[in-house]
Structure formats: C-alpha cells, structure tokens
C-alpha cells in the first residue's frame, strides 16, 4: 500500500500485531511505560515484533527513559526507531542517537500555536515528529498519550518544517480521513482509536483504521518528504 503512513501504536498481543501487519500498517508501535495498560517488556516485544514481515518498522516508545531502559529495548535487535514521548531536550535525543544508532521520532503535546510552534527546536534533530494531544492538567490518570483526545487540527494547517511529520491524538477510523484532508498529515497513529477498552485491541478496529487512513489518499502527505526512507528498517535487524 502507498499513500499516507499508518502507525499502530500501543500493541501488546499476536492477533493485534497480526491484524496490523496484515492490513498494511507501516508502523507496529510498543509501550515501555510501566503506568499504560499497553505496558510490554522487552522480552514481550521480542516475541511479538520477529514474527512480522520485512518492511514494517518496530517502534519502541519510551517516556524520559534511562540509559538503562534503552539499552535493555535495543538490545532486543528487534527495534528500528525510538519514540520519546516525555520531557526529552534536543540535547538528550542527540545523545541516544548517538547511543543506540537508531532514529529517533519526538512527540510533542498540542493544546495551543505556542506547542505546534516548539517543534522548531528539533526540526532538524529529529527524524519524524509526532504532534499528540495534549491532556487537560486537572485529567485524572492521564498518559503522555493514548487518552482518546484529539487537538485543534487546524493549528498545523500551513505547518513547514524540514523533518516529517505524524499526527496523532483521538484519530478513529471515523475521523481520521478528515484530520488527513485538513492538516494535510502525511502520517497518522492511533493505539486508542482501535481499541474496544484501554489496552485491548480490536483486530476489526485496527483493520478498519488502516483502510480508511490509506484511502485518504496520498495527495495529501505533504507533511511526509522523505519520510518513506526516514522509516526504513535497519538491515542489520536479524
């Protein structure tokens, strides 16, 4: 399939995994943060993330890891691109670059222009950035991501920045072509969006989602030049 990129994020069973892989995801994203109910190890990962087909990048999604953490997922050899989806300045994401040799995707929280407007200060450092939503402060138990909440879309209408770019935040199949139409997303994620409760996913969901991103059509990936080789697996994964 070609057209916008599709990350499923949050995986933690084989029909979840087998179901994204099989609809054509090009993303499977795991969860390193021991408070989502999407948590795996990295042993897990290993056995979920052999099985998939060439081509399909492995995503390891860490929330200001330690250098202890990252070697432990990286050690793995089954991971292609770090996810970093806390606090993470330009200078710690050039130090795990030069750490683990993989690419590193920064996720940054949008409530307001002021947050699109941060992405400036890795523009550039990073390979890929994901624009989420932002939780409301006073949001009992709320997680760096995956709260089935979307942001104001239209703040990355007109949004230039050299590295590419995802959008995330609340995206369902029900309305993930429009957010594509609007920003003009070349790249989407979901892991609450194909979802039937917090951390169970439904292959029928994930199946669905994948459908109707990709039909979104690929006039609309402007916010993804170059990101197709940006998202290569490494060829030194066994």
């Known amino acids: 399939m070609t057209g916008v990129l599709v990350k499923i994020c949050g995986l933690n069973d084989p029909a979840a995994v087998r179901a994204a892989a099989e609809a054509g995801a090009d993303m499977v994203g ?105 939780p409301p402060k006073d949001m009992a138990g709320a997680l760096p991501g995956g709260n089935a909440l979307s942001f104001d879309w239209r703040l ?26 609007l920003t003009g997303a070349g790249s989407v994620d979901t892991s609450s969006g194909v979802e039937d409760r917090p951390g169970v996913k439904s292959p029928d969901k994930i199946r669905a989602f994948v459908a109707a991103a990709k039909a979104a059509g690929p006039e609309a990936a402007q916010g ?9 697996p490494s060829a030194a994964r066994p």
């Open 156 to 181: 990355l209408v007109g949004l230039r920045l050299a590295t590419p770019w995802t959008l995330a935040g609340g995206l369902t199949v029900e309305n993930v072509a429009e957010a594509v139409r």
């Open 224 to 232: 993804d030049v170059g990101g197709r080789a940006t998202l290569a």
């Open 30 to 134: 795991f969860m390193f943060y021991p408070r989502s109910p999407r948590a795996v190890t990295p042993a897990r990962v290993a056995e979920l993330a052999r099985g998939l087909p060439a081509g399909i990048v492995r995503v390891a999604v860490l929330v200001d890891p330690d250098d202890a953490l990252v070697d432990a997922v990286t050690a793995t050899g089954v991971i292609d691109l770090l996810q970093l989806h806390g606090r993470e300045t330009p200078e710690r994401i050039l130090a795990l670059k030069a750490r683990t040799g993989l690419p590193v995707m920064k996720v940054l929280p949008v409530a307001d222009r002021a947050d699109v407007e941060a992405a400036a200060a890795y523009d550039g450092v990073v390979d890929r950035i994901m624009f989420d939503a932002r």
